[in-house]
């Protein structure tokens, strides 16, 4: 490790985060938790051997096969087979990729366009404020998993069948994104109201620097913080939005699965014995969700001070 890796490493250790992190065990606990589904949702060919998108692999006969420590499981399927035939752990790690991805997605495009408009609305204040402000309210009067379906509703309006179901992952991306904007504005506008009129600001526009370059070089930096808190629980409420819609049947298309298609699928055979079909997927979802949202806590409590 050189000099300036090593003096990193060094400042972060000696960070506050850091000795705020290392004493909190419920952090790294879902921080670990995290990492591990990250790791085997994105390299899932290094957890399991088995593919569900291949049909040369999966055979009828394993159908309904319960998990690996019943009476009639197999060992080589351990939280059992889904109506094809699918290994359980394969198709929940690659649904969880999907899911991931249009959380990630999703909470990026609502942070890019809340905050955006959130930090031009409070630095030039007046009429545009209001009206941002007013869309603002306006919108968090709707629940997100209405505007959501509003959104995909439109879609399926405008454009063909065929067409939506190549592109429903992006129509899924844009109807969770449009519908969490207001929480990065109303953050984001809040703290550039008070960063504005700090004395770096004034100095920086009595120099002559653009209005542009003082909200993205000075102001943006400064107000990260509470915005990242935001993204963090964001992220949880957009993955449980995205198993919420394709568990309504307008998200994802069967044959890409995700978390909420597996859940809505093995719903079918909840009452037939087959539990494990929708249990797994929905333990799993309910993990994922639950440890972001602890350290979202976390990060709040640790970034914000005046909550301690």
Known sequence: MDNKNLRLFNRIKDSDIYFSFIKSPTAVLSTLILIIIFFCSFFVELVTPYNPF??????????????????????????????????MLAT????????????????????????????SAGYFGGKYEMIVMRLTDVQLTVPSILMALLVDGIARGIISRELHDEMAIYVLIFAIGISEWPQ??????????VEKNKDYVSASTIIGVSNIIIMLKHILPNI???IL????????????????????????????????????????????????????????????????NLLGDWMRDTLNPKLN
């Not at 019943?70 to 351990?78: N, R």
């Not at 990065?184 to 109201?193: I, K, N, W, Y």
């Not at 998200?251 to 929708?278: A, H, K, M, Q, Y």
Request: no cysteine; charged share 10%.
């Open 54 to 87: 291949d049909p040369s692999s999966l055979s009828l006969m394993d159908a309904f096969t319960p998990p690996s420590w019943t009476e009639e499981g197999l060992a080589k399927f351990i939280l059992g087979t889904d109506g094809q035939g699918r290994d």
């Open 92 to 119: 929940i790690l690659y649904g969880s990729r999907i899911s991931l991805i249009v959380g990630f997605s999703a909470v990026i495009f609502a942070l890019i366009l809340g905050v955006g408009l959130g930090l």
């Open 184 to 193: 990065f504005a109303r953050v984001s506008r809040a703290a550039t109201l």
């Open 224 to 226: 990260m913080r509470p």
């Open 229 to 292: 808190v935001i993204g963090t629980i964001g992220l949880a409420l957009a993955i449980i939005a995205e198993a919420t819609l394709s568990f309504l049947g307008v998200g994802v298309p069967p044959t890409t699965p995700s978390l909420g298609t597996l859940i809505r699928l093995g719903n079918d055979f909840l009452f037939s014995g087959e539990w494990w079909i929708t249990f797994f997927p929905a333990i799993f979802l309910v993990i994922l969700a639950f440890s972001i």
